[in-house]
């Protein structure tokens, strides 16, 4: 039986850069969607857990079969360690399959797991929808309170300034329900992640983004009423349209004191892909880690320096590390999209 939270209890979802315990990876297998570039995603994936573990502790998922052949782990050079959680799992998106930490009232966390449909049904991931109730079941984790809720939510759909306010796209909830209405959405929010508002945004839209219009790909928070936004410079670029009216529509958002918010502005990196088919490459699906904050990079090196300067300027103080993501985003996403950061007081050590 599930470990249930009070009813009682006021949520809060934290926002990315308060302290954390560790980052929860999967780790990329034969026989999934990374089959055919698995050599060079699996290598990505040891340059992303080599970064993290600079800063805090690593747990990572990986299927039983692979625990005696792969090596991922074994680096004794790492300052923190990586944990090891043998479970079955579909693919390695975890910020949309793994479970959400809030805290109540006290400051005490919870977990929150919400339906996974595949990405409004693309992909039949039975082992993601159930992966949130396996990794609570670890002894890691399964102290903390846990709630199943019955409406698909994937993690990267919502971005928290961690004072109430929530930030998400109208596309991405109107094509997982066909029933929509922002003011159920907003109610739910409220009632189970403690949202005192959301601002939503009705434009913003990248070429080859298979999840309708993710948040984290387009706009994040970032400390001192500051949001941080892909942008796009180039008229001639078919994003053009999509970012200006974005950016036109951010520039009408208020802080909760009614000011405007600081916007920083993104470079558009140079176009990812092959053919007639553009990979949705955006510096806004950055990691913020413990005092670091891991930026993805895509062979493009004027535009990779650009964006670097602006999220050091998101989060001064923070040193800003390039993940290359030429291989992640063939599948859609990038440091963020493959990571769930585990807030602290999360992890039992």
Known sequence: MLNQPTVEARWRLPAEWEPQDAVLLAWPFEGSDW????????????????AIRRYQPVVLCIRGEDLLTEDCWSDPGGKHPVIVVATEYDDTWLRDTAPITLFDDLGRPAWANFVFDGWGGRSHHPLDASLASRLWAEPQFNTLPFQNYPYVMEGGAIDSDGMGTVMTTTRCWRSRD?????????????????????????????????????????????PDNTIVYQGCQLPSDPHYPFIQSMRSQLETFRTLSGKPYRLLELPMPSPVGSGLYRCPASYANFLVLNSAVLMPTYGDDEHDQQAARVIGTAFPGFEVIGIDCRVLITQGGAVHC?????PLGTLRH
Do not use: C
């Open 35 to 50: 089959t055919p570039v698995l050599r060079y995603a699996q290598q990505t994936y040891r340059e992303l857990i080599a």
């Open 178 to 222: 066909t029933d929509f209405s922002k003011r159920r959405v907003a109610a739910n929010l409220g009632l189970h992640l403690g949202a005192e508002r959301v601002l939503w945004l009705e434009h913003g839209e990248l070429l080859g983004d298979d999840t309708d219009s993710h948040v984290d790909m387009l706009a994040r928070f970032a």
């Open 338 to 342: 493959a990571t769930m950061n585990l």
